[in-house]
């Protein structure tokens, strides 16, 4: 097993760091014995009357809006649990995303009677968590390949001591006055 850089430990801690933040967040929102978006209910409402005397589709409703919210919820969660996994293991994070929802709603139906447990939001937030993954997965990749082409310009010899990309100077013209 090779060791880890101090970069890569680093790397780990942060990530570490804030998914038990945002696990945190999505626990304390999920958790709480109200919904939190009962103060904003009845301006969302009216925000939503106001599109459609505008022209927007009636498909956009209070359901949308709600069903939006469970997805993107849950991006980060799948984003950064993808990025603590070993990369063999990255879509492992999508399944952890909905173990997580599927024990939030659990303990919605059986501990909270103020709030409605449901399986279109476990689905929803297990989108949101492989949507996150997706995003995890090319970022990763992303950095891979620039690894890889700096890798490749310092064995060639095209970055300097700072590894930035080194540029050579034109060669003066025959004839022309040096300096």
Known sequence: MRRRTLA?????RLVGVLI???VAFVLLVTLWPTTVDRP???ALLRFLAALHRHGVPAFVNYDLVESSANVLFFVPVGFLANLLLPYRRMWFAALLGALLSCC???AQLLFLPGRVASL???LHNTIGAVLGCAAAVLFRRVIRHRDTLVIRDALEGRTGADALPV???A????GA???
């Open 20 to 22: 038990l933040v945002d």
């Open 177 to 179: 006055p040096l300096g």
């Open 171 to 174: 060669a003066p013209e025959r």
């Open 8 to 12: 890569e430990r680093f790397r780990l």
């Open 40 to 42: 904003i209910d009845p």
């Open 167 to 169: 540029t050579v100077p």
């Open 104 to 106: 939030v709603e659990t």
């Open 120 to 122: 279109q939001d476990v």
